[in-house]
């Protein structure tokens, strides 16, 4: 078999997640194809590319609201694409952009493709709630023991934030802190749908969702359209574009369902502290190295939790870290300097992409006040369940 290839992120596109998802009986609405096709061509266009010249295309299924099945087929045949890598839908709740970039980034490392195109169209907004409840609670552990309960995924965050709380002895106000946090990076991202300054008070002050977690501490209901374009890294060093590579890639399930049956640390988060390890040694890289990261956290308390999980802080440490600055531009390590699931937005099965989406800024320099400083080696985590698998890419900027 010959060896892997490098791979670059040589495009990209993105819609700003928000409520834009066409509703019933709307005469100026823009359905997928009038969305995402427009971002595939932007995204090409940025990297010197034109349709013909895509091997690979791996899209996020779209959601339940979405009325066309088979909608990757449909959309290569409406976008003219002519595949000889593969076409393919990845559906794998949080984790499914991480895995449809997975997919696109082996295709190219395999030889199969010369380009390949990882992307999504989320419409989450115009979805019947009674189907959306629905599909959350039988997402969320044992459909014939747990989901007669009704918890739904910000359940067990909230469970997990309770249980850090008492092992602990760190206060809501602390864990809420990420939220503020959130919206100072959010406040120069254009892609971000929540973009308003935020105090601690603002969000103590919310209704409460699910306790310990109010309005503010938990994600909220997104759209979102996106695509990334990759090539090999000697294609994209040959087009004089400016690209990013990607270095090093592990993963891990750890053989749960959100919470088991089995006595386990519910806050302990192994899968992430296993992916971590297994994509920097693939990178040849300590954690040390890294200048910025991006982590699939849905609540304040997920950030903190896949914090200590990595690494970047110490366990029971990391709202602390959050309150001292660490973890905000400028700090030791930023994390979700893109404002994250709360402030960006989290349209949840393109998350990955998005979070992809701002690292690549990161690395090429293009994020204005939240720039961080030098940055040369970022991580990208995302997940599934309650961080039962967890997916890690490290990505490199321009040497």
Not at 223 to 240: F, H, K, W
Request: proline residues 6%.
């Amino acid at each position: 078999m010959p060896a892997l290839r490098k791979v670059a992120i040589v495009g990209a596109a993105a819609k700003p997640p928000g409520r834009w998802a066409p509703i019933e009986h709307d005469g100026d609405a823009l359905f997928e194809l009038d969305v995402l096709g427009p971002l595939v061509i932007q995204a090409l266009a940025e990297a010197g590319l034109d349709r013909s010249a895509v091997d690979t295309a791996a899209f996020v299924t779209p959601s339940p609201s979405t009325r066309q099945l088979g909608f990757s087929t449909y959309m290569a045949a409406r976008l003219g694409l002519r595949c000889k890598g593969s076409v393919s839908e990845v559906s794998a709740l949080g984790v499914s952009g991480g895995l449809a970039f997975d997919q696109a980034l082996a295709d190219i490392a395999l030889g199969r493709a010369d380009a390949a195109l990882a992307l999504g169209i989320s419409y989450q907004t115009n979805a019947p709630l009674p189907l959306i409840m629905d599909n959350s609670v039988r997402a969320v552990g044992d459909v014939d023991f747990q989901s007669p309960f009704g918890l739904t995924p910000i359940s067990w965050y909230a469970f997990d934030a309770a249980r850090y709380m008492h092992e602990t002895g760190v206060t809501r106000e602390q864990i809420a802190q990420v939220a503020v946090k959130s919206r100072s990076h959010a406040i120069t991202n254009e892609l971000a749908q929540f973009r308003k300054p935020l105090t601690l008070e603002e969000v103590l002050a919310q209704r409460m969702i699910v306790s310990p977690l109010g309005l503010f501490e938990v994600p909220s209901v997104a759209d979102g359209a996106i695509c990334l374009v990759l090539t090999s890294e000697d294609a994209a060093r040959a087009s004089g574009k400016p690209y990013v590579t990607i270095t090093g890639r592990g993963y891990y399930h750890e053989g749960y369902h959100q919470i088991s049956g089995r006595p386990h640390d519910m806050t302990a988060f192994p899968a992430a502290t296993l992916a971590a390890r297994a994509a920097l040694d693939d990178a040849g890289l300590s954690l040390g190295d890294i200048n910025l990261a991006e982590l699939y956290a849905p609540c304040t308390i997920t950030e903190i939790l896949v914090s200590e999980a990595i690494g970047f802080c110490e366990r029971g440490k990391g709202a602390l870290d959050v309150a001292t600055g660490a973890t905000s531009v400028g700090g030791r390590i930023p994390i979700n300097t893109s404002g994250g699931c709360l402030s960006r937005g989290h349209p949840p099965s393109l998350t990955a992409l998005y979070g992809l989406f701002e690292l690549r800024q990161q690395l090429l320099g293009r994020c204005g006040e939240r720039q961080v400083k030098d940055a040369q080696l970022a991580m990208h985590c995302c997940e599934l369940g309650n961080y039962n698998a967890a997916l890690i890419h490290v990505l490199e900027g321009p040497q």
